[in-house]
């Protein structure tokens, strides 16, 4: 094989690899995919503008995020079932990873991921109507050294997934959210044509009642710094902080929910003015290289995360694969930077970016 120089080449060798369903259920967006496109595109658009004559011998690519030294303000999202890709899993992922967002279903338990992680971990919590799972998960989390949770907002429901529907998608029998009761994740594993497993599990079981009120609720449950997922809107990030939450993550959850929503870099400035430097502001959806990365720094991300990249290298190769594709985006982050005139990051700001 030769070597994989670029995201891309990872993504079109893990396309090779896997078996279509499991491609199309990760590959996938809702509904006419827009979003799902949109998010690359909107980052396409965005030119840098570089400056010269600055003294770029010491580049510095690491950042703190919640009180915690990172060599690169680049984590792994929370995506479900790594054991989708690799029998390892998330236990693979979390050696590669400088600091992985774990999914609610995760197919390795927390503590398994948390005995091998070489970093910090979060963990990710989507609103299930039985609520003691979700006060279960808290518990573990604290228990283990998760440092932070964040609760995933955007998914009320799972959106109008088309390719799982028309292969009657469900979770292979042999891979199990490893955390969440076996009970509530039953009907994962049952295909049926025509239907996406996940979308009627998540009609099922998740709680669309979600509001500001709960939020708080989650807050006070736990001395954790709680993240809100998938704000968009000045309006939601207000409403997160004002209801105790930590920080954001700016995401329309990779294209997979509201077809048509804004690309996720395109709603990034309008979140970051909205926190004003209140919590972290992170973004995920459609990283793809390191002119991305600082591009999302320099309309006011402190941190970015990316969700299939990390799959696809797991795909390819497990733990060095994943690591492989963190340290691809890592490299040429270091390059942008270098050849941008901005060696740190506290030097990259808007003035980076040409206007449109
Ligand atoms: C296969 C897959 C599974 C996902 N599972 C979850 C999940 O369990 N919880 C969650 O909050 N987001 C989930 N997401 C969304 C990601 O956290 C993230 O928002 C998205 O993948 C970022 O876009 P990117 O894939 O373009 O980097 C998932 C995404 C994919 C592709
Ligand atoms: C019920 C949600 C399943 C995982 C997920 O978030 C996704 O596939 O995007």
């Not at 954790?224 to 207000?238: H, I, M, N, S």
């Not at 793809?288 to 990316?306: E, H, I, K, N, P």
Request: net charge negative; glycine share 10%; hydrophobic share 50%.
């Amino acid at each position: 094989m030769d070597a994989l120089l670029t995201v891309a080449e990872y993504e079109a060798a893990a396309r090779d690899r896997l078996p279509a369903g499991i491609w199309d259920y990760i590959a996938g967006g809702s509904g006419q995919e827009r979003t799902l496109a949109a998010n690359l595109d909107a980052f396409a658009r965005l030119a840098l503008r570089p400056r010269c004559l600055v003294d770029v011998s010491r580049p510095d690519l690491s950042t703190e995020l919640l009180g915690v030294r990172l060599r690169t303000p680049v984590g792994v999202a929370p995506v479900a079932y790594h054991r989708l890709v690799h029998p390892e899993g998330e236990v693979a992922t979390a050696r590669a990873a400088g600091f992985l967002v774990v999914s609610a279903f995760a197919s390795r338990t927390l503590e398994e991921i948390a005995a091998a992680a070489a970093g910090p971990l979060w963990l990710q919590l989507y609103w299930f109507r039985r609520r003691e799972v979700v006060a279960g998960l808290v518990r573990r989390a604290e228990a283990a050294g998760y440092r932070a949770l964040v609760l995933t907002v955007d998914t009320p429901r799972v959106g109008r997934r088309l390719r799982e529907a028309r292969r009657g998608f469900a979770i292979p029998a042999g891979i199990v959210a490893a955390n969440v009761d076996a009970a509530v994740m039953a009907r994962t594993h049952e295909a049926v044509d025509g239907e996406s497993a996940l979308v009627r599990h998540s009609r099922e079981q998740l709680d669309p009642s979600l509001g500001p009120a709960d939020l708080a609720w989650l807050c006070a449950q736990t001395d954790l710094p709680v993240l809100v997922k998938g704000v968009l809107t000045a309006e939601d990030a207000e409403l997160a902080l004002a209801h105790g939450a930590a920080g954001v993550v700016v995401s329309n959850h990779g294209g997979r929910q509201l077809d048509g929503a804004v690309a996720s870099v395109d709603a990034l400035a309008e979140v970051a003015a909205a926190v004003a430097g209140r919590g972290p502001v992170l973004l995920d959806g459609g990283v793809r290289t390191g002119t991305d990365v600082l591009r999302a720094l320099a309309l006011g991300a402190s941190a970015v995360l990316v969700g299939r990249p990390a799959l696809w290298g797991l795909a390819v190769d497990g733990e060095p694969g994943a690591r492989a594709v963190l340290d691809v985006i890592a490299a040429e982050l270091e390059d942008a930077m270098v050849l941008s005139g901005r060696p740190r990051l506290s030097d990259v700001d808007p003035s980076l970016l040409a206007r449109p």
